[in-house]
């Protein structure tokens, strides 16, 4: 069965390419457009990984960690943030919310694939 990715970003070119970049390698893929659609997604699927914008409407993605992180059926669940904000400060905030990683945008397919795999396996 296939390890479940849920991607929050608010841009659906963005998630729709990491659907593209994660299904031919195993995975399966779901998104959500905000922190919000995020949390209920989580709710609704078993996920494996998260990939997580920063900056997002409604709630933004290091609120999103933060309530993952407060929900008990959330935990062991990494999540990646995902940023335009190559910023120590904000990488550092998202870390001490409880992120696992984080990919610079823009990230080449490669990258992701591999952060990806280091933090869940291989999809199948």
Same mark, same amino acid.
């Given at each position: 069965?296939?390890?479940? /990715?849920?991607?929050?970003?608010?841009?659906?070119?963005?998630?729709?390419?990491?659907?593209?970049?994660?299904?031919? &390698? !195993?995975?399966?893929?779901?998104?959500? !457009?905000? %922190?919000?659609?995020?949390?209920?997604?989580?709710? @609704? &699927?078993?996920?494996?990984? /998260?990939?997580?914008?920063? &900056?997002?409407? #409604?709630? #933004?993605?290091?609120?999103?960690?933060?309530?993952?992180?407060?929900?008990?059926?959330?935990?062991?669940?990494? /999540?990646?943030?995902?940023?335009?904000?190559?910023?120590? @400060?904000?990488?550092?905030?998202?870390?001490?919310?409880?992120?696992? %990683?984080?990919? /610079?945008?823009?990230? &080449?397919?490669?990258?992701?694939?591999?952060?990806?795999?280091?933090?869940? !396996?291989? !999809?199948?």
């Amino acid at each position: 069965m296939a390890k479940t /990715v849920l991607s929050v970003d608010d841009s659906k070119s963005i998630r729709d390419m990491i659907g593209f970049t994660l299904e031919p &390698n !195993g995975y399966e893929v779901i998104g959500a !457009g905000d %922190g919000l659609e995020g949390l209920a997604a989580l709710s @609704e &699927n078993k996920v494996s990984l /998260v990939v997580c914008d920063l &900056n997002m409407p #409604n709630m #933004n993605g290091i609120e999103m960690i933060k309530k993952v992180r407060e929900d008990r059926r959330f935990d062991g669940i990494p /999540v990646v943030m995902l940023t335009t904000e190559a910023q120590k @400060e904000k990488m550092l905030e998202a870390k001490e919310a409880g992120a696992a %990683g984080w990919l /610079v945008k823009p990230f &080449n397919e490669e990258k992701l694939v591999a952060v990806v795999t280091k933090m869940i !396996g291989a !999809g199948q």
